[in-house]
């Protein structure tokens, strides 16, 4: 008998196939194609289970439309959608907490998936989401799934936003369940919503900080017949260990397909996993007709004009805005420096889709240039914190044939340009051909030069502010002043009151080699 398991994973409330930087435009992703294909794999599979592996509900202009524009209680369009589709199971991503734990609560209650999170726990350390695990009868052989996700959680949720949760490791809580599962199911699946910290030849790929855990997990936990993995946007298929793997990239490009044969001992004889691409699919027609209206509504608020541009804020190569900078990212630290009321700030190109800001400004701009939720925070830190930090950016930065590049190891296993940040408010050199730890050659504030106990005051998204990123000179301890207005909404805040901004660069830092 073979059992099939059918994934996705990190859709990030992606439904229609566009990343709404141009309107209409076709992509190959979105809910609408991963519900065609799916609706064809079941025609054509028995015993059929599916699963969404986290991250669902933000991401999209269309999931941050919803949740803060019309401030709805719930994303219950998005919602719709998976009901629709019939998903059997749910696990909860890190950014399930970006619009707060009623937020989640409510979409948990109207989503007709059964979810499950053994890892995130109450004030009684039981699971807080759903339930750990659950059995499922498929043709008479006992088949148990365990929710895991990422303890990851704990730096990209917005502050406030897990009040009362603890999030042991996924490894830890796989090593409690599936013991107990063992006694009541004949095969064991895990939908993790984390990825690898090793390759798989073991090789380790990333700092260990437990935001990855899939090889340790494979390795330690004996008796899981499958393995759904995500969070990395990677796109893999193949075995770890013996065990069947996948892992479906980001926003629906791929439906990943686990298959078991099962005998008549109910034991698992062989196995096999592979990604089916979900571009060629058509658009789920049924769905796509239920979801056109707020589809419409978002477009019609995306492109309204905000403020003009007195020169150019576009560009074409991100990396070159990381080398040399920007207007737009001059704009963005002016705004947030504004908010906050500091003059030191760090910010950063998030992804190679930004491209700047058009003339007029839309809010269509804002939101496909600046993607994250973010909110503000300032911290006081000393001049060698600041140096260390700046040390950590610097590290983005390869030397290949006596070009600069971008470090391999900010694009695999996955693209973290994020991490990144560029600095306003202090000048500083970066010298790349230097060691790492060394590169920064100077730093100065108001034409001074910083000294290592100087105090600073630096503001800085929510997420780095916490430490994300492996930044641990940054931490809540420093914070001393927070806003929890999400960045986009500052943005255009701002633009309400100065409708016609200069486009200006100081080039207040250099990348060189020597």
Known sequence: MKINILTTSDTHGFIFPTNYVKNNEEMPFGMLKVASCLKDLKKKLDNVVTIDNGDFLEGSPLAYYIAKVLNQTSPKQIDDVFNLMDYDYGILGNHE??????????????SNRKFLCANILNEKDEPAFGTAYNIKSINGVKVGFLGLTTQGTNKWANYGNLNGLKIVSAVQAAKKYIPIMKKEADVIIV???????????????????????????????????????????????????????????????????????????????????????TGDYTLDARIKK?????????NQ?????????????????????????????????????DKMGV???????????????????????IITNYVYPNSLSVLEINGSELKKAIEISANYFAVDNNKIIVNPNFLYPKARHYNYDMYEGIDYTI????????????????????TKNQKLKIVLNQYRASGGGHFPMFNDAKVIKSDPTPMSQVIAEYLKYHKLIKAENNHNFKIIKK
């Open 191 to 277: 939908s993790y919503h984390g990825g690898f910290e090793r390759d798989l030849k073991g090789n380790l790929t990333e700092k260990f900080s437990g935001e990855n855990e899939s090889y340790q997990l494979l390795k330690e936990v004996k008796g899981i017949d499958a393995l759904i993995t995500g969070h990395q946007h990677r796109k893999m298929s193949g075995k770890l260990f013996g065990v069947p793997i996948v892992q479906e990239g980001r926003r629906g490009q791929y439906v990943g397909k686990i298959t078991l044969n099962v005998n008549k001992e109910h034991k698992v004889t062989s196995s096999n996993a592979e990604l089916i691409s």
């Open 343 to 365: 003059d030191i700030s760090a910010t950063a190109l998030f992804n190679n889709e930004a491209h700047g800001f058009e003339n007029p400004i839309t809010m269509r701009n």
């Open 290 to 298: 239920q979801v056109t209206p707020i589809q419409n509504q978002l």
């Open 97 to 110: 907490f970006n619009y707060g734990i009623n937020y989640l609560k409510n979409t948990i209650k109207e």
């Open 431 to 450: 010298n790349v051909s230097k060691p790492v730890g060394e590169r920064v050659e100077k730093i100065t504030y108001h034409g001074k030069n910083i």
């Open 301 to 337: 608020w995306l492109d309204k004009p905000l403020a003009k541009i007195d020169g150019c804020m576009k560009f074409s190569n991100p990396f070159e805005v990381r080398l040399n900078k920007n207007s737009f990212i001059q704009f963005v630290q002016k705004v947030q420096m």
